[in-house]
């Protein structure tokens, strides 16, 4: 079943425990991102990925750290978490940018 | 620079009423435009995408959305809703081979028995 898998879907944690969001597809897709939701805001663009080795800044990457060593792994990394990352996170991927993306089931993080 | 607008937070229709739901894009040229529909405790899931051709397309669960590129926007419809289409409902607008999918508020669709 083609899927994409985040973990941990719920975490409690403290201000500047460092933490890390796992995100594994199974699709062999090129393109990886992340979002998160928050409400009212709908989902914004945290990081993307267009292909192993290859990232960049969305919309709101401030505190937050991605790698892409292997094509089916988009690690999010939160180094030193504050309680306004508190949120929901989405990964997702699709074969190439543009194209309609798959989400995995969320994330929710709060921060205290 | 693209944005999404929805310009409904919240919509309550009775179950088998036909609905209704607004996008407006703004985008420089021919966009990609995608809903997603988002059940509580669940990830996005596509209903339907529009790329080129045909202006009105057909998705999923029966939605269908229309494409006015002078009103410049992407309105999801269907004839008769179930009370299993109680979620929220996300436009968002790409570009080809873009680097990312910019989402409208979201519009929270109750329904009502």
């Known amino acids: 079943e083609a899927q994409v898998t985040q973990n941990p879907r719920y975490l409690i944690t403290v201000t500047g425990k460092k933490l890390t969001v796992t995100c594994s597809q199974n699709?062999?897709?090129?393109?990886m991102s992340w979002y998160r939701q928050d409400p009212g805001l709908g989902l914004r663009q945290i990081y993307y990925?267009?292909?192993?080795?290859?990232?960049d800044k969305g919309d709101v990457p401030e505190g937050y750290k991605v790698s892409r060593k292997e094509k089916r792994n988009f690690p999010l990394i939160l180094e030193s978490p504050s309680p306004n990352q508190t949120s929901l996170y989405f990964c997702?991927?699709?074969?190439?940018?543009?194209?309609?993306?798959?989400f995995g089931d969320g994330t929710r993080l709060s921060i205290l | 620079a693209q944005s999404v607008t929805q310009p409904d937070i919240h919509i309550t229709v009775s179950e088998g009423a036909s609905l209704e739901l607004r996008c407006n894009y703004s985008?420089?040229?021919?966009?990609?435009l995608f809903w997603y529909v988002q059940s509580p405790g669940q990830g996005l899931q596509l209903l339907l995408k529009y790329f080129s051709g045909d202006t009105l397309v057909q998705g999923i669960k029966g939605f269908e959305a229309e494409f006015k590129r002078s009103q410049s926007s992407f309105n999801l419809r269907k004839p008769s809703v179930h009370w299993s289409d109680a979620a929220e409902y996300f436009c968002a607008v790409g570009a080809p081979m873009g680097q990312k999918l910019v989402f409208g508020q979201g519009t929270r669709l109750t329904i009502n028995p």
């Open positions: 997702a991927s699709s074969w190439q940018g543009g194209q309609p993306q798959h």
């Open positions: 699709m062999n897709h090129e393109y």
């Open positions: 985008y420089g040229a021919t966009p990609y």
């Open positions: 990925s267009m292909n192993v080795e290859v990232t």
